[in-house]
């Protein structure tokens, strides 16, 4: 089965610095990454599409990537970033589309995780950015904390036009290995018909020298039960994964995570969920 990875990055540190990349722990990803250092990992795991994901809330980004997808084979989709709150941002997501590459803009983000205001997405101005993303007939890829889980809830509820997709889980504490209340917040989001979940970034959030599957699997059982494999998509995080695994090894462990499924369910996760909501070409 082809599979569709729908999270990823790429960097260039010589265009721009990744100011988030500090540290020795994070020291091993402190380099560029490039599509081309992406490629043969993601065909030697039997991908063969992706969505890359903006990194940095930098306008200049967006048309970057929106480039580098025109040039690509492999990437089918671009999330990139404009500010949700700026009176023009129709005006803006309308010019990202005209670009080389713009028909491959499938969705919006924005850092969320780093506002200190829990209830950033309930604010008017950004409402009215996110209501703008709908009407462009965009998705919104969610990054938040698992404390901003109730306000991204709440946010879905008033913008029943717009897809939210949430990434990495909403960032569950697989470290500490405690489930609640994240696990009653996901559920309270996905109860929410207009969302829709990334299985991905769960080894960065469990230990990275020591994580095993089993480990991983109550945060995994509790999406596949919430969100069902038809609103439930694969996502490699990569490069941030190989903090903690290689591409491979992510692919792998998502495999042995929808053990459970049926054919038609893990197509669903691994390739047909991502390919409905982003609009991607088939595979």
């Not at 721009?16 to 250092?37: E, H, M, S, V, Y």
Request: charged fraction near 20%; glycine fraction near 8%; charge should be negative.
């Amino acid at each position: 089965m082809a599979i569709i990875d729908a999270h990823h990055h790429v960097w260039d540190l010589s265009i721009r610095d990744q100011d988030w990349i500090t540290g020795p722990d994070l020291a091993p990803i402190r380099r560029n990454f490039t599509l081309d250092d992406l490629a043969p990992e993601a065909r030697a795991a039997g991908v063969r599409a992706t969505v890359l994901v903006q990194t940095v809330t930098v306008a200049d980004e967006t048309p970057e990537f929106l480039a580098l997808a025109d040039g690509s084979d492999l990437v089918a989709g671009v999330v990139g970033w404009t500010d949700l709150t700026a009176p023009d941002v129709a005006d803006t997501l309308a010019a990202l589309r005209e670009l080389p590459g713009g028909d491959r803009l499938v969705g919006i983000r924005h850092q969320v995780q780093g506002e200190s205001d829990p209830e950033w997405l309930l604010r008017p101005d950004v409402l009215r950015g996110l209501a703008a993303v709908a009407c462009a007939g965009l998705v919104y890829d969610l990054v938040v904390l698992p404390k901003q889980l109730p306000a991204a809830s709440e946010a879905a509820a008033r913008l029943p036009a717009l897809t939210f997709v949430l990434d990495h889980l909403g960032k569950p504490p697989i470290a500490s290995k405690e489930l609640e209340p994240w696990a009653s917040d996901v559920r309270a989001l996905a109860a929410r018909p207009n969302t829709v979940c990334k299985l991905s970034g769960l080894v960065t959030e469990a230990a990275w020298s020591s994580w095993t599957t089993p480990e991983l699997s109550p945060y995994a059982d509790t999406v596949l039960d919430a969100f069902g494999p038809g609103r439930l998509m694969f996502g490699s995080d990569w490069p941030v994964c190989r903090l903690a695994a290689g591409y491979g090894e992510v692919v792998a462990a998502a495999r042995a995570l929808t053990h459970r499924l049926g054919d038609g369910e893990r197509r669903a996760v691994f390739q047909t969920t991502a390919s409905r909501v982003y609009g991607l070409r088939e595979l």
